[in-house]
């Protein structure tokens, strides 16, 4: 057991320890690297608990000897000993510690030393790490213009493709340590020069790999022959990749949403009114489309069950969603929800009601405007108002702004009309914001990056290719790194012969890629400029499990933490569960590399969505017998889990291109308030028997360059 703490102030306030931070274990392997779990009462705890100790007593200024004390790891922290086969024959070892979800490991205790303060230090936010003394905070100064796709792992990460021509276009390098620079540029530069591309005719495809040399693997493996001596200046070179900081949270915090994302959210059951046309097909209300616009970690104390004793004292964790409702209503108006009460926009295909339920919603919300807009338009003619008057009146239709456009509170909607209109409008705004798209956070690739050929470099500088860390996609927040679903089904790639035969059942669940990159690509001609969206990663199929499988509690887990990450060169993701029973299958070669055009994305994987305890209305396949409250889950739900192909789980049609996240949600927001308003004004226009313009020429001067199914394009 670890040691207990040696004085009662030595107890931590609070930790930032997570458990999904710990590297995947393995057994040892003769020729080979290998994650170990050093043992709590190895020494290495001990010099981490009293160098903690040291610095924390000094921080309090507590009146003893510092030399003396010790402190436990806090909660969620663990020591892992990597083991690895030197060519000398010799087993190399290096001790890291595990668990912070602000830092990738912390390799000595002067590294660890300045965090454990900070955790001590509670003046400070823990939501804040850039407050932090280690070398792994100071994240604003870190966030450079240069910034890292993820690390490579064991080799530059597979991938292929169905289609039938062939790119090839080699990874932007990531941070990390460069020991020769000029020496690796001319070897770089030799390898670009000599790769060939060659163009199948009908089979997916393939890029070539990159081999990576043993040098390069030492160089990245750095020489460190004591834990304490690996020590670099924080403020002369980068320890950890730089990546923008929403990218390191989400990733490494594995949130179940993200800030941007387009969400269902509960709420208190509103039901509808019976007195209006089509009532028989609207549904009790019982989720609102929203956007969340922030993520708040929260902290709270706990006394475990049978241990009162306040040195006992737990810090837990939590997130809180703040969420900003869909429809006209204040923009400061935030509801604040537990992720339990939340579902991906995806996976509400049978909230209220339904798709059914929702037209019957429309058609009451269309009535509600159009009653109100008869007693306006009946109010008007007792005026005796002339033809120009009543135009000069329209301009600014009465009952509008202080009824149906008037920017209340959530909690102010009092009568089932104003529901049933801002309902159907925030319908309206998140089916457009479902039907958009855009890239962020642009990555600039060093010009002597060796893993650059000639033909490389040139596109990039001549802006032929841009490569971005990030998109929004129908609206989902996807990352480099992230596991997600494709709409093409596992027969299409059953005939590639490169890839090893469907397992039994392929064909009825999903096919994944774990994204690498992000690529831009320009395609000119006489008459236009086009940009090519393309997704670069390694191919899964969802595999069964076997009956001996199922016994690992592991064998559902990809470990992609190789061990061959040179000293900052750790991926912000260590690995992906798959969904209970199953695991994910690498279809391309080890050598090999997929790409995909980003209209082939079905959108992200949730492998646990059922999960009952992470959800609250969906029944749990596992528990079968907790009914309460819970809805039958139809394929929708099943095909986000990658359970069912992701086509049935998808954004269709055309996707349109935005130039960002705020145009996304301004121009829906504004095109369904239009759309509404003019609904208003045409019908008190029938009742005065004024024109009724069309929309036409509007709409014509507003046209967007849109993603069909077989290509994804951006106007220039």
């Known amino acids: 057991m670890p040691g207990k703490a ?28 290998y994650f170990e779990e050093v043992p709590d009462n190895d020494p290495k705890y001990q010099l981490y608990e009293h160098k903690a100790a040291e610095g924390i007593v000094r921080f309090l200024g507590l009146k003893i000897d510092a030399t003396k004390q010790r402190i436990p790891l806090p909660e969620g ?16 070892t290096d001790y890291y510690v595990f668990g912070s979800s602000n830092a990738p490991r912390f390799r000595s205790t002067r590294e660890f030393e300045p965090h454990a303060v900070w955790l001590f230090d509670t003046s400070k936010s823990i939501l804040d790490h850039s407050q932090c003394g280690c070398p792994y905070s100071k994240a604003g100064k870190r966030i450079k213009t240069r910034q890292s796709l993820p690390a490579a792992p064991k080799r530059p990460l597979p991938s292929a493709s169905p289609s039938p021509a062939q790119i090839s276009a080699k990874r932007p390098k990531t941070d990390g340590d460069d020991t020769d620079r000029e020496k690796e540029k001319a070897e770089g530069k030799e390898i670009g020069k000599k790769k060939e591309r060659v163009a199948p005719a009908s089979e997916p495809r393939l890029k070539a790999a990159r081999v990576v040399q043993e040098t390069k693997l030492k160089e990245q493996m750095h020489e460190q022959e004591e834990l304490g001596e690996d020590i670099q200046d924080p403020d002369n070179e980068d320890t950890i990749p730089s990546i923008v900081p929403d990218r390191a949270a989400e990733l490494t915090q594995n949130r179940r949403f993200r800030k941007g994302e387009l969400v269902w959210y509960k709420i208190d059951t509103i039901l509808p009114s019976d007195e209006l046309p089509e009532s ?87 009535h509600a405007l159009r009653q109100h807009a008869q ?35 959530f909690s102010e909607m009092k009568d089932w009309d104003m529901i049933v209109t801002k309902f159907a409008l925030a319908l309206r705004v998140a089916g457009i914001i479902g039907k958009c798209w855009t890239l962020t956070d642009r990555i600039e690739p060093l010009e002597d990056d060796p893993d650059l050929s ?8 001549s802006g032929k290719k841009i490569f971005y860390q990030g998109l929004f996609w129908g609206g989902e927040r996807i990352w480099l790194e992230d596991m997600v679903r494709l709409k093409a089904n596992r027969k299409i790639y059953a005939q590639n012969q490169n890839f090893p035969p469907p397992s039994e059942g392929a064909f009825e669940r999903a096919v994944t890629m774990r994204i690498s990159k992000i690529e831009i690509g320009r395609n000119s001609n006489s008459r236009s400029v086009t940009f090519n969206c393309m997704l670069y990663g390694d191919l899964y199929e969802i595999a069964k499990l076997s009956e001996d499988e199922m016994t690992d509690p592991e064998s559902g887990y990809l470990n992609v933490l190789t061990g061959e990450e040179g000293s900052g060169q750790i991926p912000a993701v260590f690995g992906y ?49 907790e009914t309460a409250g819970r809805l039958e889950p139809n394929n929708h739900p099943h095909a986000i889990m990658g359970l069912r192909p992701g086509s049935e789980a998808a954004c269709h049609g055309t996707m349109k291109w935005k130039r960002d996240l705020i145009q996304i949600v301004q121009d829906s927001s504004l095109r369904a308030e239009e759309d509404m308003m003019f609904f208003y004004v045409k019908s008190i226009r029938e009742v005065l028997g004024l024109p009724v313009p069309g929309k036409g020429s509007k709409e014509n001067g507003n046209k967007e360059v849109g993603v069909g199914e077989n290509n994804t394009k951006a106007a220039s």
Request: positive net charge; charged residues 30%; contains cysteine.
């Open 577 to 625: 569960h798959a969904p209970e029973g199953y695991a994910y299958r690498q279809l391309n070669p080890e050598d090999s590399e997929t790409m995909c055009e980003i209209s082939d994305l079905a959108g992200r994987i949730h492998p646990d969505f059922l999960d009952a305890d992470k959800q609250n209305w969906y029944m749990d396949p596992k528990r079968r017998e």
């Open 6 to 33: 040696s004085h009662p102030a030595l107890v931590w306030p609070r930790t930032d320890g997570e458990k999904s931070r710990w590297p995947q274990t393995s057994p040892p392997k003769a020729n080979d690297w």
């Open 77 to 92: 922290y663990k020591i892992y000993a990597h083991r690895k086969k030197q060519p000398d024959g010799s087993l190399r």
């Open 280 to 366: 028989n097909d609207v549904r009790p209300l019982t989720h609102w489309p929203g956007l969340v616009s922030n993520v708040e970690l929260k902290v709270r104390t706990v006394d475990p069950p049978a241990r009162p004793s306040k040195m006992a004292q737990m810090i837990v964790q939590f997130y809180a969603y703040h969420i900003r409702p869909l429809g006209i209503f204040s923009p400061y108006d935030e509801v604040i929800m537990d992720p339990k009460d939340m579902i991906p926009w995806l996976g509400g295909d049978q909230l209220n009601g339904g798709p059914r339920a929702y037209d019957a919603v429309g058609q009451q919300a269309m």
């Open 375 to 409: 007693k306006q338009a009946e109010e008007m003619k007792k005026q005796g108002k002339g033809p120009k008057e009543m135009e000069m009146i329209l301009k600014e239709p009465p009952g509008w702004r202080t009824r149906w456009g008037k920017k209340i509170k």
């Open 454 to 461: 000639d033909e490389d470099l040139k596109a990039l500088k």
